[in-house]
């Protein structure tokens, strides 16, 4: 079967180009590049999705969420929170995992072709490098922090005033001597954290040493592997940048005989439901994912009527969950 790819190949162009040629997208292409694909894909005897090409045409209910790794709990609990809210509305969610794998503006275009995709949801951090005229020609969505500009749509949670809450409650329970365990450095949710968090000891007039701070992965693994580092500055809490890093860290603590919280406090970031179950309970920054995916599908539905948007950036209040992780400095 001779798909969009082919054609794109034999033309010697993007996948991009191709789907803005056939689909007579307003453009700047050329009339000579216009030709060569228009020739290829007759070359080739191409013939388009007949649902991919009613698009054109005609409203579709299907919308795309491309997510990194839906092992983890919280882009599970995400997708799931989407679903609903997105089925409520008479759509389709369709769903993406790349694995952390290569995913680029060819693989994006392919995809949506091939699924009659009208809308994206964007969670995957390497979506942002994504160029200016795939985000203008694209209804696109990002549900994570990227370098924002004007024609992206972005809706996500405050992680600047969640990184600034978590901190501001670790103070108040006597909490100085605090470690953080960061985000990969390419993510822009973690810089915002950080960027909270060091407001807060700011406002404090306290000193953070940079030496308590451990660039993890957002993983069980990386959350154990701060302790074995961290552990080792006589630190009095620390501020895990999700959950899955703050498990890994209880973990360690657990090896060691360390009591949580009674020895070091651990606050963590997403609010899973693991939280009531791990022991002891991890206190942890709720990003409010219900309301984000409420607004999500209520924006998406302006988009895909083709309405105006009043503003195209939306941060929804993160909230504290206490629980039995963070005690008091005695």
Partial sequence: MITIKD???????SITTVSMVLNNTENKISD?????????????NYKPN???????QKKSNS???????????????????LSIEFEEKGYKLYIHNTSFEKF??????????????ELSLLVDRKA????????????IIFLDEIDYNEDSILITGNNEKGGYIAT?????????????????????NSSRRLSGFLKCMMDNNLYFDPKNIYHGNYTLEGGYQAAKYLIKRNIDAVFCFNDMSAYGFLNYCKEKNIDVPNDLAIIGYDNLFFDNIVNPRLTSICQNWTKIAKKTAQIAEIVLNEKKLIKKKYLIEPKLIIRDSVGVKK
Avoid: C, M, W
């Avoid at 000579?32 to 080739?44: E, G, Q, S």
């Fill in 63 to 81: 919308v795309l969420l491309v997510i990194p790794d839906i092992t983890n709990p919280f882009f599970a609990h995400l997708a799931k929170k």
């Fill in 168 to 188: 501001k409650f670790l103070l108040s329970r006597g909490y100085k001597n605090i470690a953080v365990v960061i985000g990969p450095k390419d993510t822009a």
């Fill in 104 to 117: 680029d503006e060819e693989i994006f275009q392919d995809i949506v072709d091939r699924n009659f995709i």
């Fill in 50 to 56: 007949i649902i991919a090409k009613s698009l054109v």
């Fill in 7 to 13: 054609v794109a190949k034999k033309a010697g162009v």
């Fill in 32 to 44: 000579k590049t216009r030709k060569k694909v228009i020739k290829a894909a007759k070359d080739l």
């Fill in 128 to 139: 942002k490098y994504f160029s200016k005229e795939v985000r203008k020609n694209k209804k």
